[in-house]
Every structure is written in structure tokens, then in C-alpha cells.
């Protein structure tokens, strides 16, 4: 039995030298690049669980694909050795690789969500750190562009002496920083949006220590202005630059965002609790409309619709409830409500649906159903409604069709411009402030706006020294 195991022991010391050898060695590269195919095997199958979609075959799949990860990094790592004569060239690249498809993953799992805060890559694994300053940075960098791409407002999380020691001037000026250093005082001298201060904090409503921390940036403001993190997009025009750099920037108006607000949550439905995060927005606006906390098994039209309006701050023009024919009477109550079935509606209107109409005469039943109109093209209507089937979507019908009750016409305030002419020094230490947002996002604004980008962002790098 004992020849056995060392036989057995044997074995595994020669596959292991031939692995070792075939991928370059077990260094703080090959770590992180485990780490990341393990993140992802994981968050694959949370996403199976969560949208009942687990399968034997799909998850065989998964596994051969990082089989094949890992043959790509022998491959490049023989190249950089017989061919290239330099290790670590394209053994490297295949890494930076698994950082995009870790970002995709993470991706998948946020989908369908919105977040007022940053969303950041973790940078604090002592095998990430003995890669290197360059390899720490690359990852970072193709974690952030990767979420970038996808309209995320990206950052990364670290401690201040990693920050000083691994990661490169370049990305700390190019990303926010979550600096962590549990101490009285930050000895980063660099700029961070966050502070992590303490780790032995106390919360109310919750056992044990938590993360304190401190934030220097008015983060949820910036997301949501910008579009970034699943909010919708605010409207830039150009203006021109000459010597100073003008802007004419358009405030986005409150119909504009209620639009678009109704926009970004199509698609969420109950198959998979994505409308949820809906109904949590409405229950948690006060006073809840006759004191009812709408269940996640409700009807939840009106709710839809109420959680725009507390979303984009118009409850006064909107009102608030989870009955249609409640909404319905608080618009006339308000003088905002057109029982004309002929009206040919504007966009951010609110819709209410009676499915008893005869179809003779203007209709004058109970609501059953409501939803935010869209756009009107002619006489084509395309409205946005919650709970239709079950989930956020589409509806296209005629002006003075059948089943319309009534229109709640909000009296929205008319968009306004914002003129000014400003400095590259000044516009740049709005970008510093982040104002501009974040990579591709900053460049696209700043010359959106006819500013310089190339201009502005030397400006913001001299500042930043």
C-alpha cells in the first residue's frame, strides 16, 4: 500500500512539474488568472440558479472553456520562451483576456439593476501584488474598459500602500479610487472618491462589525446624470471652443426622464424577480398611498408608474398609488386629467385603460390598467406599462381606440439650457471632480459638449501631478 502512494504521490509531482512548466510557473500572474476562472465558473452558475437555467451540459461546457484558457496561456507561454525569447509577453495577454470575461460575467449578474455607487474591481491579493505594478494595472484597466463599455461607472478597490506601490499614476488619475487604510488618518496623498476608514464599525440592525467608510464624491448624482450604471441617459448638445471652452449643455427635461426612466426598466419581469426592485421603490416612498405596501404577487401597474415618478422626483405632477382608479381620481383631483378619448396624448402622459369599453362614446368605467405613453407617431400611441404579461413592456394602439379611459397630463416644467464659457483648467478640474464621468463616457461628453478632450485631459493630468 505504501508503494502505492508514492507511486500515486509521484504521479502528481510529475503532472504538477509538467503544469508548472507548460504555464510558465505558479507565479502571482497564474493565481490571479485562477482566481478569475473560478469567479467566473461561479457567477455562471448564480445566473443559471437565478434564472432556473441549470444544466449538466451548459455547465461541461463552462469547464472546457477554461480548460482551453489555460491550454491558450501554455501555448502563448511557449511562444514568449521558443519564440519571442522574452517570458511573459503573451502569457500575460491571455490573463488581461480572463479579466474581460470575468467583467462580462459580473455583467450578468448585475444586468437589469441600478446602482447609485461605483461599481469596483477588488485589488488586494498578495499574488496580485507579486505581479507586478504593470500586470495589476492591466488588470484593472481591462476590468474598468470592460464595464465602461457596457455603461458601468467603473473604479477599483485597494489599500493605500498597494495603491502606491502596484498601481500605476496613469490609473489612479483614470478611475476612481476606493482607498482602504484603517486608520485615524489617510497617508494616501492621492486623490480617492472613498475612504475606507475602519472595519470595526457598528450599525444599527446589524450583528457584528461592518466597513466604515468615508465618501468625498457625490457619486449617486453623477450616475445618474450621466446614464451611467442602468439609469437612463441625460441630453448634451454641442457648443463651440475658441481660446475658452464653451458648453451649451441641455438639461435633460422631467418629461425627458420619465421616458426614459419607464425605458430602462422594460424587460424586468416576474419570471426572474427582476420587478422587485419596482415595487421595493414605490413601498419604500411615504406615505404609502392608503398605508398598503404593494405585495411582490400584486398587480403592479400603478406601481409602475408611481415608481417612475419617485424615481425621477415628480410625485407632485405624478401622483402616487397602486390603484389605477385611485391614480385616475388623484388626477382629477389635481386638475391634470383629460377624459377624452380622442386626445392625442404627448409623450410622458399617463394612460389609464378600461377593458369593459364598448367602443361607443367616450368611456367612463373603472380603470383596470396604466401605463406611460412613449411616443405618438400620427395617430399610432406606443406606451410603456408594468405588469403587462407579467413583465415591463410594449403596447402600440390607435388615438380614440378601444379600452381608453382617460390621461393624466402631467404639467411637466419645460427643459431649460445651460450656457457658459469656461476654462480647459476649469473644465478640467470638473472632470477631476467627476462631473464628466469615466474613459470612453468622458471622452464621448467632453466633445458632445465641443470641448477639447485631448486638451482638457493633459490639463487633468497636470493637475494630478
Known sequence: MKEFWNIIQAGFAVVGGWLGWFLGGADGLMYALILFVVCDYITGVMCGAADHKLSSQIGFKGIFRKVVIFIMVGIGNAIDIHVLGKPGVLRTAVSFREAT????????VIAGKQFDMPVYFDMEEKDQREA???????LIRTF?????????????????SYAKTVVSLEILSRYTFWCAQWAKSCSYQGRCGIWQYSSKGRVPGISGDVDLDRCY??????????????????????????????????????????????????????????HKQIIDIYNSHKPLARGYAVKYTDAWCAAFVSAVAIRCGVTDIIPTECSCGQMLI???????????????????DVIFYDWQDSGAGDNTGWPDHVGIVEKVEGTSITVIEGNKNNAVGRRMLQVNGRYIRAYGVPRYKKSASIASRKTIEEVARE???????????????????????????????????
Open 144 to 160: 474598468c474598459n470592460e464595464m465602461e463599455k457596457a455603461g458601468y461607472f467603473a473604479g477599483f478597490y485597494t489599500s493605500a
Open 132 to 138: 507586478g505594478r504593470d500586470f495589476c494595472s492591466g
Open 330 to 348: 388623484l388626477f382629477k383631483i389635481i386638475g391634470e386629467l383629460v377624459e377624452d378619448d380622442a386626445y392625442r396624448p404627448s409623450p410622458g
Open 217 to 274: 464624491q457625490d457619486f449617486p448624482k453623477v450616475i445618474r446624470n450621466g446614464g451611467f450604471n442602468g439609469y437612463p441617459k441625460n441630453i448634451n448638445v454641442a457648443g463651440d471652443s475658441n481660446g475658452t471652452t464653451g458648453s451649451a449643455e441641455q438639461v435633460q427635461s422631467d418629461c425627458d426622464r420619465v421616458v426614459r426612466q419607464a425605458q430602462a426598466w422594460i424587460g424586468r419581469k416576474e419570471a426572474d424577480g427582476s
Open 101 to 108: 470575461l470575468e467583467a462580462k460575467a459580473f455583467q450578468r
Open 431 to 465: 472632470v477631476i471632480a467627476g462631473k464628466w464621468g469615466n474613459g470612453r463616457e468622458r471622452e464621448q461628453r467632453l466633445t458632445a459638449a465641443g470641448h477639447d478632450y485631448r486638451a482638457v485631459q493633459r490639463n487633468v493630468n497636470k493637475l494630478m501631478k
